[in-house]
C-alpha cells in the first residue's frame, strides 16, 4: 500500500489479501471469504480463508523465529516498531480510509486511529530498550539475588473489528518488543486493515515468522488448534466476554499466560456541581465515538436529579444534528453499524426498553438499507431491569437515569458484572477522589470523555478483563521473570 492510493479501488487493491506465514504470502487452505462494507453490504474484496492446518503452518513459522528474535538486541528490535510508526503516518490517508471502508467509522474517526494506533509502536519502541531486572543480595547474606525478565514466546493475538487498526498493534508492538514472536489472528469483519500492517512491518524490516497473520471466517478450529499446542506460550485476547472465557478455558490446560481485554458497560456520572456543558461535551465523546461500538463506550448515563432535564435536552440536541452517512463520505459523522446483526441488536435494547416504561427524548432507530445504519437515540425512564442497562450496547443509544446522592450514584454505577471503565464528572476535589475510589472499574475518566492512550494501562476488573494493554505495563504482560540464586 502506497501513499498515492487514496481510492477505495487503489487501498483494496494494494493489500496481499493472504496469509503471512513465515514470511510469505500465502493463499489459505480453506479457500476465500468475502470482506462486507458495512455502508452498502456488498462485498469490498476476498481474502484467504485459514485452517488448522494453516494455523499450525504459522505457530512453526513464530516457533522457529522465536530464538532469533529473542536474541536480536532491543534496540534493533525497537527500531523495526519505530520505522513501522513512521510508515503509518506516511500512509496515514490509505489506512483511515482502509479502516473505514470495512468497519464504517467516519474518516475522520479512522484518521484519529491511525494516529492512536501507530503510537503503539513508537511507544513499545521506547519500552523495548528499557526491560530490566535486578540485583540484591539475600538478607542472610548467603547468595546474591538475580532477576532477569525474558520473553514468554510464541504468542496468539486474537482481536475485534471495533478498532481495525489499533487493536492489532496494541498486542503487536508488545510482544515484539518483549522479543516475542506472535501469531495474529484478527476478526473476520476487518481483517484488511490487520493485513496492511503485517505489510508495514515487514517493510519495516521484521525478519520472516516474528509476526504470522491468519485471517479466517472460522476462528474456533485456528484457535484450538494453537491453545493445545505446546510450543505456544500465550494468548492475548480482546473481544467478547463469552468469547474470552472461552479461551480462558482453552488456555487452563497447558496452563497459557492469558491477557483479555473484554466487554465494558460504563456508567457515566454527572453531579450537580459539574460544569455542564463540559459534561455534554465528554458524554458526547464517550458515547458516540466509533458510533458507540467501543467497549469505553458511555452504556449509561446517570445525573444528578437538578440538571437531568438540561443535560438530556443538550445531550439529545447535539446527537440529533449528526450527520448520518458511509463513513467514506467526509461529512458523515455517524457510519454504519458492523452487520445486521449488530443493527438488529440495537434495536432490540432499545425495543426491550421501551416496552418497559422508556421514553424516546430522541428517537432514532435503526434505518432501511442499503448498509446497516442506525440513527442516535435517547432514552429516559429506563427500567432497573432492562437489558439495556445490562449488556453492552455497541450503538448510538443513550439512556439517561437520574440520581438523589452520591452514594445512589456510586451504587447504581457499580451495579454491573462489568468493570472496564466508568466517566465521573464533578467540581468537587473531594468528592472526585472518593468516587473514584469506590467505583469497580480499571480505568476512570475524570471530567475527560476518552481515556485511550498508547502510555496509559489499559484494561478492566470483573468480568472485563485480566491484565493491561499499554503503558509500562504493557510490555510486562509479554514477559517472564526468571530468579537465579548466585552462591557468593
Ligand atoms: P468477539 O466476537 O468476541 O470476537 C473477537 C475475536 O475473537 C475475533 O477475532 C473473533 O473471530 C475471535 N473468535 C471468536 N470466537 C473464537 C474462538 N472460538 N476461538 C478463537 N477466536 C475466536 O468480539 P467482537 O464482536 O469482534 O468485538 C466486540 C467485543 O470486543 C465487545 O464486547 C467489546 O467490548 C470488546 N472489546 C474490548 C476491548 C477492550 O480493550 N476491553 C476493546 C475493543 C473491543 P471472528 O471475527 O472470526 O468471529
Redesign the pocket.
Known sequence: MSTSTTTPAGVLESLPGQLLIGGQWRDGRGGAFDVIDPATGEPLRAVADATAEDALAALDAAAAAQRGWAATPARQRAEVLRRAFALMHDRAEALALLATLEMGKPLAESRAEVAYAAEFFRWFSEEAPRVDGGFRPTPEGTHHILVMRQPVGPSLL??????PLA?PT?KIAPALAAGCTAVL?????TPLSALAIAQILTEAGLPPGVLNVLT?????P???ALLTDPRLRKVS????????S??LR?AADRVLRVSL????NAPFIVFDDADLSAAVDGAMAAKMRNIG????AANRFFVAESIAEPFTRMLAERMATLAIGPGSDPRSQVGPL?DAAGRDKVAGLVDDARAGGATAVLDGGPLPGPGFFFAPTVLTGVAPDARLLRE?I?GPVAPVLTFRDEDQAVAAANDTEFG?LAYVYTADLRRSLRVVEQLEAGMVGLNQGVVSNAAAP???IKL??LGR?GGREGIGEFLETKYVGIAR
Open positions: 486474537i482481536t475485534p473489528w471495533n478498532f487493536m496494541r489472528k484478527p476478526a473476520e469483519q479466517t471466517a472460522d476462528p474456533e485456528v484457535g484450538a485476547f480482546t473481544g467478547s466476554t463469552p468469547v474470552g472461552h479461551l482453552g481485554e473484554l466487554g465494558g461500538e467501543a467497549c469505553t458492523i453492552e455497541f472496564l489499559f484494561g478492566g472485563s478483563g494493554e
